[in-house]
T-cell receptor
Framework: ETGVTQTPRHLVMGMTNKKSLKCEQHLGHNAMYWYKQSAKKPLELMFVYNFKEQTENNSVPSRFSPECPNSSHLFLHLHTLQPEDSALYLC?????????????????FGPGTRLLVL | AQTVTQSQPEMSVQEAETVTLSCTYDTSENNYYLFWYKQPPSRQMILVIRQEAYKQQNATENRFSVNFQKAAKSFSLKISDSQLGDTAMYFCAFQGYGGSQGNLIFGKGTKLSVKP
C-alpha cells in the first residue's frame, strides 16, 4: 500500500488499557497530522507536526500523547481513554505545514483506525 | 472564525446522471483554498478537487467540477456521469493562509448514494 498507511485498522480497548496507533507516510512529506472523526461531527484536528516538531496541539486531553520520531512516522499513544473517545482516527501528511508562512500544502489522508473504547 | 456548511446530509442519484453537492463557507480572508474530499466506505479520505480562491476559473478533474462563487462564498461540486464507485461521504473543506489559519476546516459531509 502506498501513500499514507495506518495500523491497526480496528482497535477495541478498555478504559485502563494502553495502546498506540501508528501512521506511516511514503510520500516524502515533512508534515503530519492527527484528526478525530466522530459520528455526525466535522473532522477535528488534534495535532500537527512539521519536521518532527509539534507545532499545534488543538487542546487535546493528555490521555492522547503523540510521538513523531521522524518525518515518515507518527504515533498516537492512548492511555486511560473514555468511551466518548471512540471514533475514527485519521492521519494525514503534507509537504509542509506552512509554519514559515504561506499556504499549507494539500493534505493526503490514511485509511484511519476505528477505535472503540469499552 | 471560518465555518463550512454542507446543507445536504444525504443525496442520491441514478447511475450516469449528474448531481451537485452544495457547500457554503464563511471567512473574512481574501486568499484561501477550498477542497472537496471523498470518503468511501473503505474510510480512505481521498482528495477530489482543489480550488484556489484567487483563480476565477472553476477547477475541473475529469467528471468532477466545481462552481466557485467567491462573492456568495459558495463552492458546489458537480459530478457528471455518476458511477457506483462515487458512492461515498463528500466533505467540503476550507484552508486559510499561514500557520494555524492553514488548518483544514471541514463541513459535516454529504452522504451520496449512486443507485444502479
Amino acid at each position: 500500500e502506498t501513500g499514507v498507511t495506518q495500523t491497526p485498522r480496528h482497535l477495541v480497548m478498555g478504559m485502563t488499557n494502553k495502546k498506540s496507533l501508528k501512521c506511516e507516510q511514503h510520500l516524502g512529506h515533512n508534515a503530519m497530522y492527527w484528526y478525530k472523526q466522530s459520528a455526525k461531527k466535522p473532522l477535528e484536528l488534534m495535532f500537527v507536526y512539521n519536521f518532527k516538531e509539534q507545532t499545534e496541539n488543538n487542546s487535546v486531553p493528555s490521555r492522547f500523547s503523540p510521538e513523531c520520531p521522524n518525518s515518515s512516522h507518527l504515533f498516537l499513544h492512548l492511555h486511560t481513554l473514555q468511551p466518548e473517545d471512540s471514533a475514527l482516527y485519521l492521519c494525514a501528511s503534507s509537504q509542509d505545514s506552512g509554519t514559515s508562512g504561506g499556504f499549507r500544502e494539500t493534505q493526503y489522508f490514511g485509511p484511519g483506525t476505528r477505535l472503540l473504547v469499552l | 472564525a471560518q465555518t463550512v456548511t454542507q446543507s445536504q446530509p444525504e443525496m442520491s442519484v441514478q447511475e450516469a446522471e449528474t448531481v451537485t453537492l452544495s457547500c457554503t463557507y464563511d471567512t473574512s480572508e481574501n486568499n484561501y483554498y477550498l477542497f472537496w474530499y471523498k470518503q468511501p466506505p473503505s474510510r480512505q479520505m481521498i482528495l477530489v478537487i482543489r480550488q484556489e480562491a484567487y483563480k476565477q476559473q472553476n477547477a475541473t478533474e475529469n467528471r468532477f467540477s466545481v462552481n466557485f462563487q467567491k462573492a456568495a462564498k459558495s463552492f458546489s461540486l458537480k459530478i457528471s456521469d455518476s458511477q457506483l464507485g462515487d458512492t461515498a461521504m463528500y466533505f467540503c473543506a476550507f484552508q486559510g493562509y499561514g500557520g494555524s489559519q492553514g488548518n483544514l476546516i471541514f463541513g459535516k459531509g454529504t452522504k451520496l448514494s449512486v443507485k444502479p
